[in-house]
C-alpha cells in the first residue's frame, strides 16, 4: 500500500552527499538536555522527592508520561545497544514484576492527586517477553495507581518483537489498551538477519502488521537500521520497498553505530562485514528519495511517518516533544519511568534507577533506585528549550527565548552566534534577529547544529560515548 502524496506545506529533508560527507562527527542523539552521560552520582533519591514535591507545592495540573523498562529477551541481538537481559528462563521475568509493580506503587503514591497519565511507553529488552496474562496484571496495578486519559486522548504504545507475539495476543495488546505499536524488523535480507543473529521472516512481520491493523491499533511503526554486517544498497532497497508496501504509520531508520567497546555483543559483529561509510550514506539517501516519494513525512533524527499520523499532525501544530524514547506528542507532561536503567524527567530534573537488578531489588526493600541524575539550572533550562525546538520545529523564534528567560539573546550565546554562521556559510540554516530556520539540507544535520549549544559538550567532550551525527 502506497500513502498519499506529501501536501507542498510539508517539511521536506534534502539529502546532500557533500555536505553530510563534510560535516558527520560523533555527537548526542539529544534524547536530553543536558545528555544521560552528564547524570552524577551527587543526585539521589531525596533530590528526587524534591523534585515531585515542587511541581505539587506549584499545583501541577500538567498530565504524566509513564515509561516501563522490561529488560528480557529470548536471545540477543548482535546490533543491540540496550540496557537488556538475555534470559530464557521465565521466573525472572515473575520476579521482577513482583519489584516492578512495588516502585510503581511508590511512584503513584508519590503523585497521588497529580497522576492523570496521557502517554504510556512499554520498552526493553522485549515487553512482550511478558505472557498475556503477566501484561493484563502489570496493566491493572498500573491503572490501580494512576488515572488514565480515555482511548481518544492518551497515546500508548508498546515495542513488540514480531516473533515473539501472535495475532491473537496483538487483539490482547489492544484490548488491554495499548493504541501504537512499534515492531522491530531492521532488514528483511536473511543475510543480513544471519549476521545480526535475527532471523524473522518476512511473512511474520507482515502478519502482525495485518493483526494489528485488525485491532484498530491508531498507529504501526517499524524500525529499521541501515549500516548493518551484509547490507548494502540493493539488498535495503528490497527492504524498504516491502515495508512501503505493508504501509505502515512511522518509520524509524536508525544508523547503526558499532562502538564494540562499549556493547559486548556487537564484538561478534564481523567487522570486515560492515558496509562502507559511502555505502551507508547511499543507503541513507536511498531511504530518504523513496519515503519521501511514497509520502511520508520527515519528523526529525530517523523518524519519518504519514501526514495523518498523531506524530506529523503534532510536529505541525508545534506540539512535537522529544524525550528517551525518541519523538512524543505531549510536550508539556513530565515523564515518570520504572525499570532498571529507566530515567524520569521531573519538573527541572533528571533521574535514572540503577543498572542491575540485583541493585534494582536492593534498593525497592527500601526507597526508590534511583543511582543518580541532574538538576537543571537556569542555563539548562534554556538551552534544553533551544535543542527541543531545533531537534522538533526545525526554527527557534529568538523573541520567544528573550520573552520566556532574562536574557538578550545575541549577547548571552555570542560564542554560539558565531558558530551557527559558520553552519549557515555551509548552507544548514539562516539566522537573523528574530529567527534562526534550519534549511532542507541542515535538518539531516540538526545534531550539529544542536551540538552548539551543547555547554557541557564544549565544556568537556566525550566522543567515544556517542554515534555519528548521521
Not at 537481559?85 to 514484576?97: G, H, P, S
Not at 515473539?164 to 531492521?186: A, C, M, N, Y
Request: with cysteine.
Amino acid at each position: 500500500m502506497v500513502v498519499s502524496v506529501l501536501p507542498v506545506s510539508v517539511p521536506s529533508v534534502e539529502f546532500d552527499a557533500k555536505l553530510v560527507g563534510k560535516l558527520s562527527q560523533l555527537g548526542p542523539r539529544y534524547t536530553s538536555y543536558p545528555t544521560a552521560d552528564r547524570f552524577t552520582e551527587a543526585f539521589g533519591y531525596r533530590d528526587y522527592l524534591q523534585a515531585v514535591a515542587s511541581l505539587r507545592t506549584r499545583g501541577s495540573t500538567n498530565p504524566l508520561s509513564l515509561y516501563l523498562h522490561i529488560p528480557f529477551c529470548d536471545t540477543v541481538c548482535y546490533y543491540c545497544a540496550c540496557n537488556k537481559i538475555i534470559t530464557k528462563n521465565r521466573d525472572k521475568a515473575a520476579t521482577y514484576l513482583v519489584y516492578l509493580k512495588r516502585e510503581i506503587e511508590m511512584q503513584g503514591r508519590l503523585f497521588s492527586g497529580m497522576n492523570q497519565v496521557e502517554q504510556l511507553h512499554l520498552g526493553g529488552g522485549t515487553p512482550t517477553y511478558l505472557s498475556d496474562g503477566q501484561m493484563a496484571d502489570l496493566m491493572a496495578h498500573l491503572r490501580r495507581w494512576f488515572q488514565f486519559a480515555p482511548d481518544d486522548i492518551g497515546e500508548y504504545s508498546i515495542e513488540v518483537d514480531p516473533r515473539t507475539v501472535s495475532p491473537e495476543r496483538v487483539q490482547s495488546l489492544r484490548d488491554q489498551g495499548f493504541k501504537r505499536i512499534s515492531l522491530g524488523v531492521q532488514d528483511f535480507d536473511p543475510e543480513v538477519q544471519k549476521a545480526v543473529n535475527r532471523i524473522q521472516p518476512e511473512s511474520q512481520t507482515i502478519d502482525i502488521i495485518a493483526a494489528a491493523r485488525d485491532a484498530h491499533f491508531r498507529s504501526v511503526s517499524i524500525d529499521l537500521i541501515y549500516g548493518l554486517p551484509k547490507q548494502n544498497v540493493m539488498t535495503m532497497a528490497q527492504t524498504l520497498a516491502k515495508v512501503i508496501k505493508a504501509g505502515p504509520d512511522c518509520i524509524a531508520i536508525y544508523n547503526y553505530a558499532h562502538m564494540p567497546h562499549l556493547f559486548k555483543p556487537q564484538r561478534r559483529i564481523a567487522e570486515a562485514d560492515l558496509p562502507s561509510g559511502e555505502a551507508k550514506l547511499d543507503m541513507l539517501s536511498l531511504c530518504i528519495k523513496w519515503l519521501t516519494e511514497a509520502g511520508y513525512v520527515y519528523i526529525g533524527m530517523d523518524h519519518f511517518a504519514r501526514p495523518t499520523d498523531d506524530l506529523a499532525v503534532a510536529q505541525r501544530q508545534g506540539r512535537l516533544h522529544r524525550n528517551f524514547q525518541g519523538y512524543s506528542t505531549h510536550a508539556e507532561s513530565d515523564l515518570v519511568s520504572c525499570g532498571v536503567s529507566a530515567i524520569s524527567a521531573v519538573a527541572a530534573s533528571y533521574s535514572q534507577n540503577v543498572k542491575t537488578l540485583d541493585a534494582y531489588y536492593e534498593h525497592i526493600d527500601n526507597e526508590l533506585p534511583i543511582a543518580r541524575g541532574i538538576k537543571l539550572n537556569m542555563d539548562d533550562g534554556l538551552r534544553r528549550v533551544i535543542i527541543q525546538m531545533l531537534m522538533c520545529n526545525f526554527e527557534l523564534s529568538i523573541a520567544s527565548i528573550e520573552m520566556a528567560y532574562p536574557i538578550t539573546f545575541a549577547d548571552y550565546f555570542s560564542a554560539e552566534t558565531e558558530k551557527l554562521r559558520v553552519l549557515a556559510q555551509d548552507g544548514l540554516l539562516t539566522i537573523d534577529n528574530e529567527w534562526l530556520s534550519v534549511t532542507a539540507k541542515g535538518r539531516l544535520l540538526i545534531r550539529n547544529i544542536c551540538m552548539v549549544f551543547d555547554r557541557y559538550l564544549n565544556a568537556k567532550p566525550d566522543p567515544l560515548r556517542y554515534s555519528r551525527t548521521v
